[in-house]
Nanobody
Framework: QVRLMESGGGSVQAGGSLRLSCAAS????????MVWFRQVPGKEREGVAG??????IYADSVKGRFTISKDNAKNVLYLQMNSLKPEDTGMYFC??????????????????RGQGTQVTVSS
């Protein structure tokens, strides 16, 4: 059974950093497409970062501050978040998407997703 488990969230002041991890079980992150999304109550889900075998994409709101990466040996997906802002507050979760689907990674249907980890940034 595929499981994705996020960790690394927490409370931080504006300007701080956090690194989120997404550990995969019964799923190989190498050569797959994965995304990080965030959800804020009352707002639509927002794609934050995505990674395929050859490229990465970022929401305009996080470009230059967030970095998505994989550790294939550890089978973990990461999201390094620097220069955090209060508007980055939300529940962050990782998900897998089909590499073969067309369009943006952010628009693809999730195959699997984790339970999320909360990030709170105070001003």
């Amino acid at each position: 059974q595929v499981r994705l488990m996020e960790s690394g969230g927490g409370s931080v002041q504006a300007g701080g950093s956090l690194r989120l991890s997404c550990a995969a079980s019964d799923y190989t992150v190498a050569r797959t497409c994965m995304v990080w999304f965030r959800q804020v109550p009352g707002k639509e889900r927002e794609g934050v970062a995505g990674i395929s075998d050859s490229s990465t994409i970022y929401a305009d709101s996080v470009k230059g501050r967030f970095t998505i990466s994989k550790d294939n040996a550890k089978n973990v997906l990461y999201l390094q978040m620097n220069s955090l802002k209060p508007e980055d507050t939300g529940m962050y979760f990782c998900a897998t998407v089909a590499c073969s689907d067309g369009g943006s990674l952010f628009s693809r249907r999730f195959a699997y997703r984790g339970q999320g980890t909360q990030v709170t940034v105070s001003s």
